[in-house]
């Protein structure tokens, strides 16, 4: 469902402020006023997902969970003003940040994550897609290279030529239309921004006719939403340049097989079959990566890759990966992607 901030139709307003209303907020009026309402929520985090190999991705267990007033009084009321907050929004056809979200209620939320929390649980209630919401978050993701597109209102966007840090991944991807392949041969996912700026500074694009994106890290939902929407279009294959330890594997399969986070939300934003390019722990022998670039992992993170080899299915299944994170474990050894550098800067252009 498109985004209500994003100019959509009346239909669409009518929709959400119908739902928001029938089913979370009027029903809970008179007991609001009572000071004895409560709220039923689906349960979205673990464990209270699965992971279903014939759909590629994290989805959502049906199950139920009954805040009861007496035993939820504060969550219940900021539930309550949270919602209603939502319905002004889109009475008036605006939007708001989540971070205006927390400081509008701090007096009930002591962190972000409480009300970031909150509209997940109302998504999820819902079975809307977060971005349905009247709710937007700071664009994080950057793209260039061989594309082209059109966003909402503006002029058509050539992504060769957008200046020294790339273009800036709309929050709304519903918005975007027209999309153009200007002789791309893959997606190139790039974990880092640094790495990103790198390849940027090099004309990678131009060397080699690709598509480049960052989400800078743990990926927001709009990067994830826009790489899904590449894949679906374009019929490229998406190659995944991420740092040989824990966190490049678990940002690369958030991006392959969804967020345990949000389920709920995985459908619209899974990219299945992204390759794992780069940098691997067995190339840390391969390329003869001198010993100050490798680095000892703690017992923390030898842990995180043995819960991830015993209880992350798709990673199970995926021999690969498997053998990656097995020899990572063994060596106890994770490298970053930056550590290539040493073999000259056309290093990346090797696999191609």
């Known amino acids: 469902v498109s985004s209500p901030s994003a100019g959509c139709s009346d239909v669409l307003f009518e929709l959400t402020v119908g739902h928001v209303r029938d089913e979370t907020f009027e029903l809970t009026v008179d007991h609001a006023k009572a000071k004895t309402f409560e709220f039923t929520v689906l349960l979205h985090t673990e464990p209270y ?3 279903v190999l014939e759909l590629e991705r994290y989805v959502l ?11 939820f009084k504060k969550k219940n009321q900021l539930n309550y003003d949270i919602i209603k907050y939502l319905i002004e929004l889109c009475d008036e056809q605006e939007s708001s940040r989540k971070r205006s979200i927390f400081y509008i209620n701090q007096n009930k939320a002591l ?3 409480e009300t970031d929390r909150i509209l997940n649980d109302i998504a999820t209630s819902l079975h809307y897609s977060r971005t349905s919401l009247p709710i937007s978050a700071v664009p994080k993701g950057v793209v260039i290279g061989c594309l082209k597109f059109k966003e909402s209102g503006s002029i ?17 991807v519903s918005s975007i239309m027209d999309i153009e392949n200007k002789g ?18 090099h004309k990678f694009y131009e060397k080699v006719p690709c598509i480049i994106i960052t989400g800078k890290g743990t990926p927001d939902v709009s990067t994830r939403s826009f790489l ?10 998406i ?12 940002i690369l399969s958030v991006y392959s097989y969804g967020s345990k986070q949000m389920p709920f939300d995985n459908e619209n934003l899974v990219t299945p079959n992204i390759r794992w390019l780069d940098i691997w722990p067995s190339d840390i022998e391969k390329y003869d990566i001198p010993d100050e670039s490798v680095t000892t992992l703690s017992e923390r993170e030898i842990g995180i890759l043995n819960t991830m080899l015993s209880v992350d299915a798709p990673i199970e299944k995926n021999r690969k990966w498997k053998a990656e994170l097995t ?7 994770k490298v970053e992607i930056e550590a290539l550098y040493h073999c000259g800067p056309n290093i990346l252009l090797i696999p191609f």
Do not use: W
């Open 327 to 333: 020899l990572m474990i063994n060596s106890k050894k």
């Open 239 to 250: 190659l995944g340049l991420v740092n040989g330890d824990v966190y490049g594997v678990q």
């Open 49 to 51: 997902h699965k992971y």
């Open 184 to 201: 791309v041969k893959f997606i190139l996912l790039v974990e880092k921004d640094t790495v990103f700026l790198s390849l940027l500074d």
């Open 61 to 71: 267990r049906e199950c139920e969970s009954v805040l009861d007033h007496n035993k």
């Open 156 to 172: 058509a966007v050539d992504c060769t030529e957008v200046g020294d840090s790339g273009k800036e991944i709309p929050y709304s």
């Open 111 to 113: 962190k972000q994550d």
């Open 228 to 237: 899904r929407r590449l894949k679906v279009e374009l019929y490229l294959p």
